[in-house]
């Protein structure tokens, strides 16, 4: 079961046909591909409208995506109501344009095949073909209010060190910048991650002994939901740009359950989402990290 907790969006309409979002960092496009075009768009057309609505550079900015699957549940609030395009109830804040497509695309995919999408009249998520124009799917564009690429001085946040290892200037940690995904080419579960880390540490890794696991906030700190990157199995991840790309869609963690000694949180950098996972079975790996000496 997830421990994330979604947080309750605080809107402001920018008059300019955004949407911000100041509680979850987002900025959104008042109307979707319902209203705009007038009709159903497959998961292909998607991506071809955000480039098209990043090449006019809308409101400003030419950084519009489709959603991932934890931003479009910030859409979602059971105590709203709005119109869909056929005129039934949905649950999204009055402050967007009604009319609307009561589902949206998400960038959640499963290989080459297909998508997520997510309804907005019962918080429910769903796959379906990447090619399917048939069902009333919409998508409505995001993006971030403020990049993870800088700090709050506006300089660089992440560096590559140029040896294999990434520092993260604002929380004081360096990072291998390849997970074990990409160095052991397979799964691995909590114990043969731990023992990956061991041995970057015995060989010391880039001059250190002190590599561990991430604990979940730490990892957290990385995924970045406005650099999709692609991975190994041509799925998309959300990473902080610095990293390398076919890296694994999943992060094991320190943070163990006080109850349950058996199960370790394991981070999901396709949807920045958490989960309690059974620390015998296989991830698809971990991300070494440790503290900046001072």
């Known amino acids: 079961m997830t421990e994330k907790t979604i947080k309750k969006a605080e809107y402001v309409d920018n008059g300019d046909g955004t949407v911000s979002d100041l509680a979850n ?5 008042k109307s979707d591909t319902w209203i705009e075009l007038g009709r159903r768009v497959s998961w292909h057309e998607s991506q071809l409208y955000a480039k098209e609505v990043n090449d ?3 409101a400003g900015y030419s950084n519009w995506r489709v959603p991932n ?8 609030d059971g105590e709203a109501s709005n119109t ?10 009055s402050v967007f344009s009604p009319g609307c497509g009561f589902s949206t695309w998400t960038s959640e995919t499963r290989g080459a ?32 209010l403020k990049s993870l690429s800088t700090d709050k001085d506006g300089e660089p946040r992440f560096v590559d060190n140029s040896d294999g290892t990434v520092t993260d200037h604002e929380s004081q940690l360096m990072w291998k910048r390849d997970d074990s995904f990409l160095d052991l080419d397979k799964w691995v579960s909590w114990e043969e991650a731990k023992n990956y880390i061991n041995a970057m540490n015995k060989s010391r890794f880039a001059g250190n002994t002190d ?27 959300l990473l902080v740009s ?5 890296a694994g869609q999943t992060c094991w963690t320190k943070t163990l359950n006080k109850t349950d000694r ?4 394991r981070f999901q950098f396709y949807n920045g989402d958490y989960k309690w996972h059974q620390m015998g079975l296989r991830s698809h790996g971990v991300r070494a990290v440790r503290e900046i000496e001072k």
Do not use: C
């Open 262 to 265: 058996g199960l370790a949180i």
């Open 211 to 237: 590599w561990r696991m991430p604990t979940r906030k730490e990892v957290q700190t990385i995924y970045d939901p406005g650099n999709p990157i692609i991975d190994k199995y041509g799925d998309t991840i």
């Open 69 to 76: 699957g934890s931003e479009v549940k910030f859409l979602f």
């Open 25 to 29: 960092n987002l900025m959104w496009l």
């Open 113 to 144: 095949k297909a998508a997520m999408g997510y309804d907005l009249r019962s918080s429910f998520e769903f796959w379906l073909a990447k090619e399917n124009d048939g069902f009333p799917s919409a998508v409505r564009l995001v993006r971030q």
């Open 56 to 58: 006019k550079n809308f």
């Open 84 to 93: 869909d395009v056929e005129g039934g109830e949905i649950h999204l804040n």
């Open 242 to 246: 610095e990293f390398s790309p076919g």
